[in-house]
């Protein structure tokens, strides 16, 4: 299996004052893309609108250590991430719980490794292992470097909360027959806008 991974760690930028990753994100993995953002930035914030769709919603309620295994399970499902780049989220995800907070969130981590690990803290995987997965994490938009050991947090996949919603939207898709009458359809509608 070959990974699509195009961050070179010792050529980073470095955004040491702002976080890029303020704002909503879209990546596209293998077979789907992925949008992250607040709920106001995942729906038309103007108008509420969203149409045609049906929606089931539900509600389970988990311990802290159940919730945050059900929030790194979902994140890396809807990312796609490989077992290298999972088992560096969760430490991330750790390191991230230890971080002080400041306005109610952590907007960035300090990751400086040493010894076996984080701050000298093992981590069961090697620095090579933990490199890989840093990669895929940067290349994913879920940390941007602010310095060469402290990375700025996505808001969205990173926070102290006590909630978390993953939205799967599944869409049918169009038969050939469908694509080629719509084609048709904007064909003949270009033709009316240069008339």
């Keep these: ?3 699509d991974v195009k961050t070179n760690l010792r050529k980073l ?25 607040r709920a106001e930035d995942l729906v038309n914030p103007a108008t509420g609108e969203v149409h ?30 490989t077992k290298t780049a999972q088992g560096v989220f969760k ?24 010894g076996n690990g984080i701050d000298g803290r093992d981590v069961g995987m090697t620095a090579k292992t933990f490199q890989r997965g840093l990669k895929e994490l940067l290349d994913k938009r879920f940390l941007y470097p602010k310095t060469s050991s402290s990375f700025w947090t996505n808001p969205a996949l990173f926070f102290k909360g006590d909630r978390v919603m993953f939205i799967k939207e599944y869409r049918r898709r169009k038969s050939t027959a469908d694509n080629q009458i719509q084609a048709a359809e904007q064909s003949q509608i270009k033709e009316l806008e240069s008339v």
């Excluded at 930028?13 to 953002?37: A, D, M, W």
């Design 1 to 3: 299996m070959s990974l």
């Design 13 to 37: 930028s470095y955004s040491p004052v702002v976080n890029p990753l303020i704002e909503p994100q879209q990546i596209t993995t293998k077979r789907r893309y992925v949008r992250s953002g």
């Design 52 to 81: 045609g769709v049906a929606t089931i919603h539900q509600v389970e309620e988990r311990d802290d250590a159940e919730f945050v295994k059900v929030f790194a399970a979902g994140v890396a499902a809807s990312y796609e991430l």
């Design 91 to 114: 430490v991330v995800i750790d390191q991230y719980q230890r971080t002080p907070m400041s306005r109610g969130f952590a907007d960035s981590i300090e990751l400086f490794w040493f």
